[in-house]
């Protein structure tokens, strides 16, 4: 498999819930993004990471969590989410922090 | 604060019309900039990317841009668009260690 994968593509959630996105690149890229897509909206650039280590966290809540165990893969995890949060979150990798990016299919997430 | 604006949110053509999107930015230093777009149900996509040189830069299926310093911009062009060009369109800029994104404009060409 090559690219940039994301599972689950479709989740659906209470609000009392804890669940986790996970992405993964095949790609050998040192950056890795989580980005949220709502309609209307600007894309929303969550979380960024760096050789692994987190170096942008653009005033996200604390009810969403990141987490990099290496360089391929990129978990975002999710509790007590509000129905606001309800978007499709992708996510991304590039070769360097600012480089050309490969995107993931997204997640779409309802809050219910 | 950095920001990147894209002024037109919503563009109808015909097919074989000249398309010019607009992006200007706000940072004054270096910077590297970036079209992406995401086709109805697909995944974003790079079209095309300045990083320094020639400021006049082609993309895929026919797309180009120019970088202007003087007025901070980086405007996406095609001279004849096609029914298949239908999509979103993202300009973003890099600078200063910040990755910022426009709102993105949708395109959509009628047949």
């Known amino acids: 498999e090559t690219g940039v994968t994301q599972t689950p593509r479709h989740l659906v959630m209470g609000m009392t819930n804890k669940k986790s996105l996970k992405c993964e690149q095949h790609?050998?890229?040192?950056?890795m993004y989580w980005y949220k897509q709502s309609a209307k909206k600007p894309l929303e650039l969550m979380f960024v990471y760096n050789f692994k280590e987190q170096t942008e966290n653009n005033s996200v809540p604390s009810r969403f969590s990141p987490e990099c165990p290496n360089s391929s893969h990129l978990f975002l995890h999710l509790h007590t989410l509000q129905p606001e949060d309800s978007a499709l979150y992708l996510c991304a990798s590039s070769q360097d922090f600012g480089d050309e990016q490969y995107f993931g299919p997204g997640t779409r997430l309802t809050v219910t | 604060a950095q920001s990147v604006s894209q002024h037109n949110h919503h563009v109808i053509l015909s097919e074989a019309a000249s398309l010019e999107l607009g992006c200007n930015y706000s940072y004054g230093g270096t910077v590297n900039l970036f079209w992406y777009v995401q086709y109805p149900g697909q995944h974003l996509q790079l079209l095309l990317k300045?990083?320094?040189?020639d400021p006049l830069v082609k993309g895929i299926k026919g797309f180009e841009a120019e970088f202007i310093k003087s007025k901070f911009s980086f405007n996406l062009r095609k001279p004849s668009v096609q029914w298949s060009d239908t999509a979103e369109y993202f300009c973003?800029?890099?600078?200063?260690?910040?990755?910022?994104w426009g709102a993105g404009t949708k395109l959509i060409i009628k047949p």
């Open positions: 300045y990083f320094s040189g």
């Open positions: 973003a800029v890099m600078g200063n260690y910040q990755l910022i």
């Open positions: 790609l050998g890229h040192n950056a």
